[in-house]
């Protein structure tokens, strides 16, 4: 585990790239459920000062961001084939 915390830079990159990936997210409700699990992981590590903490919620991040991959590829190959109530765009 690396001694220095994390720079700023860093910390968004990550935030951006799980955002990003919760996009391709087909389903609504993944998509919303990633997507908010992400922000108040985020929130809620925002008080961290312990520089071995913020690695570890770094690192934390990477690991979920892989995930996050992972199953948007798997979820697009099973993506149903009709849209979600919220979804559909009133005429």
Do not use: H
């Amino acid at each position: 585990m690396a001694s220095s915390s994390p720079s700023r830079g860093e910390v968004l990159s990550l935030f951006r790239s799980l955002l990003k990936t919760v996009s391709k997210f087909s389903d609504y409700n993944i998509r919303e459920y990633v997507k908010r699990r992400t922000i108040d992981a985020f929130r809620d590590n925002k008080s961290l000062s312990d520089p071995n903490s913020i690695s570890s919620a770094i690192m934390d991040g990477k690991t979920q961001l892989e995930t996050a991959r992972r199953q948007a590829l798997v979820y697009s190959l099973y993506a149903p084939k009709a849209k979600n109530v919220m979804e559909i765009e009133s005429v």
